[in-house]
């Protein structure tokens, strides 16, 4: 479903759907730049150029980059070098959201927080309490 938004870009009104998040105008001279990344990429000696040479030869912005490469628009099996940052750390990562590093990090929070509800649990079901008392002076 459509809906009337102001482009994010240049604040015109446009009809925003799935696909596109910009206007017309902003749409147009988006792929403008992309084709000219394309074809700074393809060129053999350009192939494993890293991303910010990529941007300072382009002129194209580092977010649009990533958000190409993202969608899949810029593959970076193609293109070694190309990727976007990962969602938790910033690490430059080529798939999924979060880096392997991240992963195994959220990994085992959750495993640490599992064996801590269980030993909660564990002593609820025991029906132990112990009390310790302050010695007053």
């Given at each position: 479903m459509s809906d009337v938004n102001n482009c994010p870009r240049c604040n015109a009104l446009f009809m925003k759907s799935r696909f596109r998040e910009v206007c017309e105008?902003?749409?147009?001279?988006?792929e403008t730049l992309f084709d000219s990344v394309i074809r700074f990429?393809?060129?053999?000696?350009?192939?494993a150029a890293s991303i910010a040479?990529?941007?300072?030869?382009?002129?194209?912005e580092e977010e649009l980059l990533f958000?190409?490469?993202?969608?899949g628009r810029i593959q970076s099996r193609q293109f070694p070098n190309m990727g976007y940052p990962c969602d938790?750390?910033?690490k430059i990562i080529q798939s999924a959201r979060i880096c392997e590093g991240c992963q195994t990090s959220l990994i085992q929070d959750l495993k640490q927080h599992?064996?801590?509800?269980?030993?909660?649990?564990?002593?609820?079901?025991?029906g132990h309490t112990y009390y310790?008392?302050?010695k007053e002076k």
């Open positions: 105008a902003c749409h147009k001279a988006e990429l393809k060129k053999r000696e350009n192939r040479r990529v941007v300072d030869v382009t002129g194209v958000n190409w490469v993202k969608k938790r750390c910033g599992e064996s801590d509800e269980q030993w909660k649990q564990s002593i609820k079901e025991s310790t008392r302050r």
